[in-house]
């Protein structure tokens, strides 16, 4: 009998023990999931520690338009139904000219938040100026030339392109319930570089459209790789400066780790307004083609694979598309957007010349097509598209 309950107390022993060690590893990341400010995972900028700052010199400062081009209660309007929204912050830009800015729920103008997936618009963008540089070949490149790593298996045959694409064939796992599933690694772990390279191939290359955030964080490796600078260095200098945006943040996974390039790009949303206007402007700032404007003729061409989709952002007015089911009624012009989780939005109406940033926590009923639409229908744009 005291054999069994020396056994027993062994047993324990070694399992508190195995406990303790699995909760010193992972400490970090238990603590993310326990504290994790879901209520406002927008917001709630404090939170998210460490980030790289991107430094900007905030020059570029838009200031409300005194001669509107828009009705005013058109505006209005659409304000108070952000507002209804849970939104902190609206904007809209017309003709480069800004006819509103309006901030909730004690947010103001120097508020950053969690971009959510906006981020991977900006990864693109970088992706982009990379190549115009010729520290990367072509989107045409195989992946692998940059993640030695995948040259041995059968990533090696994955392009750049079908990262960009979100058609590279690696496992889609976004199952919230398992702390080690993908999704919690990469937007939780403390080592999202090992855990993108280590996410395996489910089905071959450019045969299907599977939205997964390891994609966009496989860019970002490849970007630090083929530039050979901290990724916070290479956005400030090659974009953030240029557009005179103010300083910005990127979630890191851990102290001097690595931006999580798939989210988490903690900006005011004056600044994504400056990035709609930027590829509105096809890639011009001030006289400076800031991105190539042939790599923003790719960024907005339809997957043959998701004709909702392009490198990195939505193009959002197809009937069939990937987000058809976003909206009661079809956009009344053909639109590109940046978005993010819970309709972090940047939608840009390029033969309208509009920019619409809609910035807050997570609707309470969501229709992406409304606030344009009421805008459109007031600029005689009451044909709805032929979208068939």
């Given at each position: ?366 229709d992406e097509s409304f606030m344009i639409n009421k805008i459109l229908v007031s600029l005689n744009k009451e044909q709805s598209?032929?979208?068939?």
């Amino acid at each position: 009998m005291k054999r069994i309950f020396k056994f027993i107390l062994n047993l324990i022993a070694i399992l508190l023990l195995l406990l303790g060690i699995f909760v010193v590893v992972n400490y970090t990341l238990l603590k993310r999931v326990v504290t994790y400010p879901a209520n406002e995972e927008i917001s709630n900028s404090a939170w998210y520690t460490p980030k790289a700052i991107i430094e900007g010199d905030n020059t570029t400062n838009y200031v409300l338009t005194d001669s509107l081009t828009i009705d005013k209660i058109v505006l209005d309007e659409i304000s108070s139904y952000a507002e209804s929204q849970h939104s902190n912050a609206l904007l809209v830009l017309h003709n480069g000219r800004l006819q509103l800015e309006k901030y909730y729920n004690g947010t103001t103008k120097e508020s950053t938040s969690n971009s959510m997936s906006m981020a991977k618009t900006i990864t693109s963008i970088l992706i982009g100026i990379a190549i115009d540089e010729g520290h990367i070949t072509s989107e045409k490149e195989l992946a692998s030339t940059y993640i030695s790593e995948w040259q041995n298996d059968k990533r090696n045959t994955i392009t750049i392109e079908d990262l960009l694409l979100m058609q590279s064939g690696l496992r889609v796992d976004n199952n919230v319930q398992n702390i080690f599933s993908d999704v919690i690694s990469l937007y939780m772990g403390t080592d999202v570089e090992d855990t993108a390279l280590k996410i395996p191939l489910s089905k071959e290359p450019a045969t299907a459209f599977e939205y997964n955030n390891a994609n966009t964080q496989l860019l970002g490796i490849i970007l630090e790789r083929a530039t050979k600078l901290p990724l916070e260095e290479y956005a400030s200098s090659r974009l953030w400066k240029p557009i005179g945006a103010a300083n910005a943040g990127w979630w890191l996974d851990k102290e001097d780790g690595m931006p999580r390039t798939f989210c988490c790009y903690f900006a005011q949303a004056e600044d994504w307004m400056i990035i709609g206007q930027l590829l509105l402007q096809n890639g011009m700032w001030n006289g400076a083609q800031v991105i190539p404007k042939p790599w923003i003729s790719k960024m907005l061409t339809q997957s043959t694979l998701e004709k909702d989709y392009g490198f990195q952002i939505w193009l959002n007015y197809e009937s069939g598309g990937n987000r058809e089911k976003d909206r009661t009624s079809p956009f009344l012009a053909k639109n590109f957007l940046i978005d993010g989780t819970h309709n972090q939005e940047v939608i840009v109406v390029p033969e309208e010349n509009i920019v619409l940033v809609r910035i807050g926590e997570k609707p309470s009923s969501w229709d992406e097509s409304f606030m344009i639409n009421k805008i459109l229908v007031s600029l005689n744009k009451e044909q709805s598209l032929d979208v068939n």
